[in-house]
């Protein structure tokens, strides 16, 4: 049976188009999913608890003249089997009048089911955290793959089409052509490249390819992936390899650090493993570099953990740098041309998130957003916020 709902990429822009829709009411809602059978039997039954979850809110906050045809791509997702064969770790669904995305997600997420004014997208931004996730460049003479993913997984992602593969593939006519007088040169995993017998230039002939291989590789990588998604690229290459790369890159996304091995002889799982080894420190550096800018800000006046303060500087445009804790939610609306916050909304679990809804402010007015850990939050509060003035 063909598949009849294709997810969708979940990329900043994506995220950008979502917290733009102006359509209303939203409909959110999200779910932890298993990847294989017998555990993911039970998703679309847990799914379909939750799409009841949101036709029963609807009901108590717009009454018994709902839009029935709002739910309909949701009941349709519900019954499409081969759709839930080929699910991941966690699902997003939102949908309101003229719009339905699905995410499928590589880490857990906590279930919920929340009709509001706005789409609750926290979870998506946590996910988009470029220190949480990262992209894998496989990179050898003869081949390169792309991986991307966080602690959790590192799933393989399909090259661009302007992506080139092959040495032969980059440089088409330009590749010098072997011959039959050959010894051995470089090499990664049994594969050499050729060196020529009684020719001194063949020689520079050959690093001159992979130099212009490598360049064509950055180049495109740069263009088609990490410039759309804005993660962190680390380079999986034998240390030769890593200083030709590293001389001609100009991918400012290039991690500091790589893996100093063949990328061509490890299994996807022992690739994981070292790659969350060395993306671990940078990620938690990353995340104690904000907190300290918090604590910096903080000293000279221009930040707070006080929800209302920063409420109202998020819709001033204040806010520089907005940290959420992760695991909070606050119940409530943001009077966007106050920064009031809704007292009566407060209690309601079926309406807006104003940790949530303050990242959409802060984000649609320039500011940075980062969703942390309670552990790694600078504040009691669940918010700390820096301002620019």
Known sequence: MKTTHTAHALTPTSLAEILSFQGRPCLSLYQPTHRRHPDNQQDPIRFRHLVKALATSLREQHGADID???????EALAQDHDFWNHTLDGLAVLGAPGLFRVFLLQRPVV???????????????QFLQSTGRYQVLALSLHKIQFFEGDRNALEPVALAAGVPQTMNAALGEEHTEPHSTVTSYGGIGGGHMAMHHGQGGRKDEIEGDAERFFRAVDRAVLEHHSRPSGLPLMLAALPEHHHLFRQVSHNPFLMA???MIDPQGLAQDELLKRAWDVAAPQQLAQQAAWGEAYAAAAAQGLGSEDLSQVAHAAVAGRVATLLIEAERQIAGRIDESTGRIDAAALGNPRV???????????????????????ARMPSRSGVAASFRH
């Open 68 to 74: 029935k045809a709002q739910l309909e791509p949701f």
């Open 111 to 125: 279930e919920l089911a929340v009709v509001a004014d706005t789409f609750h997208t926290k979870p998506l931004r």
């Open 257 to 259: 650090s790589g893996l």
């Open 352 to 374: 807006d998130d104003v940790l949530d809804d303050l990242g959409a402010l802060v984000e649609k007015l320039g500011g940075e957003v980062h969703v942390l850990s309670a």
